[in-house]
């Protein structure tokens, strides 16, 4: 309300003189009239009498109570649509500034109170039309279309949600900001969650920038760097190239002696192997003792065990400390692939597989890479934080544990309507 307050009080100095033109009609000299007089007494009827009723009323409340003053100025234009001047042209101007602002505040009420989600985009890709640049609308197109996906199962809107939430990181980045950064609580918190909503949103047409952006996420002081579904998310995407690092070395490799090749195709493995390490060291870390989690916790510390002691000689000493201390560490980056040999090459025996369990039921032989086990829950579609309902109250999402998973919602605080 304040927002459209301060806009629309740039049209007082015109409110003032036009008042002047009403000087000869008797009722400006009478009581100003209540909204509950105004369509009684004039409604419909174009006169000296009835525009001055309405214009009054419209003064009344116009810095104070902007509703309560479009009302009457609506009666008047739609009176009196042909009528030239100082005053129908001061409404027009004054009733499409507040249109525009009170479209904005409609749009926070249905996306983060009603959870319309259809209604709001709609109305988000009108504002847009008229304001390109206007980055909470941006931001709700963007962040909007991953909610969209999230909530109705149906991501046939990802493409224009995606460009949508790269304009609005890009505006971010450059330097743009709203009023308030409403319903996220920093602007940090704001870009983890847009670089997350990418992520997810391009885990499948494509995966090497949705770990990038996953990456990027957790790297904010954001509620997603806090969040073990982020780090699931990262274990998931390299559990993917894994699978198909190791398929390769398969084919290429498996059951024949080793060579240097074979050697940098295990060590480029390897790297995989670690990076999955770490982001479920940081999963079962985040998760902590949080009771909603434990569940998904097991499961994730289980992968975590097994692919520790492929990489520490069957043995999970350290692994312990390394859970305490890992999220006191930066984020390893994207690995870069090795083109040579490290100092001290890697055995085929050391790969992940070679001396393991088998996690799939199949027979596991000497000299081979064993693929991601299917049933773990890092190949899993993780879950994530989604929408801001204005509410005090915040849910906790339940976590997946089966690869068919969707992301569950999680409600965040809107502190207010302000939106610039």
């Given amino acids: 309300m304040k927002k459209i307050i301060g806009t629309l009080s740039i049209y007082a ?18 009581q100003t009239p ?19 009723a309405w214009y009054a ?27 030239e001047g100082e005053i129908p042209s001061y409404l027009k101007k004054w009733v499409l500034a507040y249109d525009k602002e009170a479209r904005k505040l409609k749009l926070n009420d249905l996306f983060v109170n009603q959870r319309k989600y259809a209604d709001a985009l709609t109305l988000a890709k009108e504002i847009v039309a008229d304001e390109p640049d206007y980055l909470p ?19 046939a809107g990802n493409a224009d949600a995606i460009n949508y939430t790269k304009k609005a990181i890009a505006l971010i980045e450059s330097g743009k900001a709203p009023e308030s950064w409403s319903p996220f609580k920093t602007k940090d918190d704001a870009l983890g969650y847009l670089y997350y909503s990418l992520a997810y949103m391009e885990r ?39 699978a198909s690092q190791s398929a390769d070395y398969q084919a290429k490799f498996g059951g024949k002696d080793e060579t ?19 982001a479920l060291a940081r999963a079962v870390s985040v998760a902590g003792t949080d009771a909603n989690a434990q569940a998904s916790k097991a499961k994730w510390l289980e992968r975590l065990t ?56 199949s027979t596991v032989t000497p000299g081979t890479v064993v693929p991601p086990a299917t049933n773990k829950t890092t190949t ?41």
């Fill in 13 to 30: 100095s015109l409110a003032i003189v036009a008042i002047a033109s009403f000087a000869n009609v008797s009722v400006v000299n009478a």
């Fill in 34 to 52: 209540t909204p509950t007089q105004t369509p009684a007494t004039a409604q419909g009827q174009c006169t000296d009498e009835s525009k001055a």
């Fill in 57 to 83: 009323e419209f003064i009344k409340y116009r810095a104070t109570e902007p509703p309560k003053a479009y009302e009457p100025a609506k009666k008047y234009l739609a009176a009196c649509p042909t009528e």
């Fill in 137 to 155: 609308a941006i931001i709700d197109l963007g962040y909007g279309g991953y909610v969209v996906a999230v909530t109705t199962k149906n991501e």
């Fill in 204 to 242: 499948t047409s494509n995966p090497k920038d949705s770990l990038a952006n996953a990456i990027k996420a957790a790297k904010f002081e954001s509620d997603m760097k806090k969040s073990s579904q982020t780090y699931v998310f990262i274990a998931a995407a390299y559990e993917n190239e894994y």
């Fill in 260 to 278: 240097p090749e074979s050697k940098l195709a295990v060590a480029n493995i390897n790297q995989l192997v670690d990076r999955i390490i770490d």
């Fill in 306 to 361: 097994e692919l520790y002691k492929f990489r520490h000689d069957k043995s999970d000493a350290g692994l312990n400390e390394m859970i305490a201390t890992v999220m006191s560490k930066p984020l390893p980056p994207l690995p870069t692939p090795l083109t040579e040999l490290p100092a001290t090459a890697p055995t085929t025996s050391a790969i992940p597989g070679s001396s393991s369990p088998s996690t799939t039921g």
């Fill in 380 to 420: 899993a579609a993780p879950t994530a934080a989604t929408i801001a309902p204005k509410t005090t109250t915040t849910t906790t999402p339940k976590t997946t544990t089966t690869a068919n998973a969707k992301p569950a919602v999680k409600p965040k605080t809107r502190n207010n309507h302000r939106r610039h």
